[in-house]
């Protein structure tokens, strides 16, 4: 409301200024009327002079008196120059002047004519005569230019004029209708201000319930707040503060000093420094340190602290101190379970390593003997021990797959994750290469659809589309060609439920076969470790491969369904997001 005051009291002096400046505008536009036709006066003056001079030199043959006539030229452009200037306002009178330079150069230019012919001696009365009438009518010209200029002069005086007056009938009117709107606005000014005293007991009887309430929060959450003045450089602590400390409320000064006196001597230099960077960097990091309480109990408090401008101009840095003992407890527990975590990870990593290496060893003398075996005694042995051998080839084969399997899986889960650019077309034709043969033996028909550019880690998901193709094959119908079909499309988290929204696109690439398939209801637990749904002895395999596809696809952010039907087909969606 001052604001609007003080910019009405501007308006009003805007006002008077304005009035005096159209006053003082009139004033000079009278002035400059009274010049221009003063020079225009001149202006014809001159020019009679220089023809008055002609005509005396023309009567006496002296030279004496051109000398009006050679100074008209110099004085006439002067003074047609300083009419230029009074008028360069008025676009009518810069018009006429135009006109009236027109008949000036042509008056002079006839003067020159007739003085030329008489100077020669070239005298011919007709020609001179004809001269002299439109030096005659020129001059007539000039005459009534110069009053039609004179003129409109005197009526661009009369508008100016009429213009001052009526801006001055409505200036009293104006005032005083500024004069009862500042009264009007002083008036609202008072309701606003009594109503904004009102506010004011309101709010401050807001923030008193807001200050009982953050006092009650403190309490709650364990915590005390407290504030440094920068300029004065005195402590306030909340009634908590003190709390936290063991002490009843404001039992002791609010400083410093007093603070580091509960501090623990090994914290103690630790939490001095951290206290000395607020006065020169004006704000104070979380950091962590313990007190030794009133009663002698040790607690964990975490301090942090940010600069404030207020309303005095002067800067105040507010903190909390929160009693964090829970939590550093709960740390050094989680920090101990990691490293127990840690320990059985690297003992889980060296029994994998005896699993899937060590146990090769055996295994390959194993099949070593039993290659021997076959290759010299076999035809001695009865059938019964022909069986025999048959049987532990089969499981040693068997287990050879196991751990190969378990090394894919393995290496899929602690691999490094690695991703790159990378042309999965590439990787889909790598992946058929490597199972060419089974292809080729089983006149599988293996068809893809353009695939994606994508950020990858390569050799995994090559091994995925291996393991998804020789899945497929695997369980392919007996005497009927494998048809393998990828598809590829891009697809948004709208169109999927339970795609989450953080990444806003996805490509489905869809691996469908026309094999034995399998029961929906079976659809998840195909994808857990060593899980089957067949008979080892119907169908050879492990149970890893299908949940290594889908742990590479869990490495690349992804999903991964499958659909079938029996002894119709099965179809393996993977969902992989756009990078």
Not at 282 to 300: Q, S, V
């Amino acid at each position: 409301m001052f604001v609007i005051s003080v910019a009405i009291i501007f308006f009003i002096g805007g006002i008077t200024f304005k009035h005096i400046t159209v006053l003082k505008k009139s004033s000079a536009f009278v002035s400059n009327s009274y010049e221009v036709n003063a020079e225009l006066e001149r202006l014809i003056s001159y020019i009679k002079d220089a023809e008055t001079g002609q005509r005396g030199y023309i009567l006496s043959n002296d030279k004496s008196f051109l000398e009006p006539y050679y100074n008209s030229r110099v004085l006439v452009r002067k003074s047609y120059e300083r009419v230029s200037k009074l008028t360069s306002n008025s676009r009518t009178q810069q018009s006429n002047l135009k006109k009236l330079l027109y008949f000036i150069n042509k008056k002079q230019n006839y003067l020159s004519k007739s003085l030329y012919m008489i100077e020669q001696g070239k005298f011919e009365k007709n020609t001179f005569k004809n001269y002299s009438i439109i030096g005659k009518q020129t001059m007539d010209s000039i005459r009534f230019k110069v009053e039609d200029m004179m003129k409109t002069q005197q009526m661009l005086l009369k508008s100016r004029q009429h213009d001052y007056k009526s801006t001055m009938n409505y200036t009293p009117l104006l005032i005083y209708l500024t004069l009862i709107v500042t009264l009007i606005l002083i008036t609202v000014a008072f309701i606003k201000m009594n109503n904004n005293l009102v506010l004011l007991k309101n709010t401050i009887n807001t923030l008193s319930v807001a200050n009982e309430a953050n006092n009650l929060a403190e309490i709650v959450s364990r915590s005390g707040s407290w504030q440094l003045n920068l300029e004065t450089e005195t402590y306030t602590f909340s009634d908590n503060e003190y709390r936290l400390l063991g002490c009843e409320p404001q039992s002791f000064e609010a400083s410093l000093e007093s603070f580091l006196n509960f501090i623990h001597p090994e914290d103690l230099e630790f939490v001095v420094q951290k206290t000395k960077n607020i006065l020169t960097e004006n704000d104070l990091a979380p950091f962590t340190f313990r007190i030794i309480r009133k009663d002698g109990e040790i607690r964990y408090f975490r301090a942090l602290g940010r600069m404030v401008s207020i309303a005095s101009g002067d800067k105040t840095l507010i903190g909390t101190t929160s009693d964090v003992t829970e939590e550093v407890y709960a740390q050094n527990l989680m920090e101990e379970r990691n490293r127990e975590l840690e320990i059985n990870n690297k003992e889980l990593t060296a029994f994998n390593y005896i699993a899937s290496h060590d146990l090769q060893e055996p295994l390959r003398k194993i099949e070593t003997f039993l290659s021997r075996l076959i290759s010299k005694d076999y035809n001695n042995l009865s059938k019964s021990g022909q069986q025999s051998v048959s049987s532990i080839q089969s499981s040693a084969n068997r287990m050879r797959n196991l751990i190969h399997d378990l090394l894919q899986f393995s290496r899929t889960n602690k691999g490094e994750k690695v991703f790159e650019e990378t042309d999965l077309n590439v990787l889909f034709e790598n992946a058929k290469q490597e199972l060419n043969q089974i292809i080729e033996d089983k006149k599988a028909i293996v068809e893809s659809d353009e695939l994606p550019i994508l950020k990858v880690i390569p050799f995994q998901i090559q091994q995925l589309f291996i393991n998804l193709i020789s899945n497929s094959l695997k369980y392919s119908k007996v005497e009927i060609a494998p048809i393998i079909k990828i598809n590829t499309r891009i697809i948004t988290h709208n169109d999927e439920e339970f795609l989450p929204n953080h990444n806003s696109k996805y490509y489905k690439i869809t691996i469908e076969d026309n094999g034995i398939g399998f029961d929906q209801q079976y659809a998840k637990k195909i994808f857990i470790l060593f899980n089957r749904l067949h008979n080892k002895n119907e169908y050879e395999g492990t149970g890893i491969g299908l949940a290594i596809c889908k742990k590479i696809v869990e490495n690349h952010k992804g999903f991964i369904l499958a659909n079938g039907t029996h002894n119709e087909g099965a179809t393996f969606i993977i969902y992989l997001p756009v990078s």
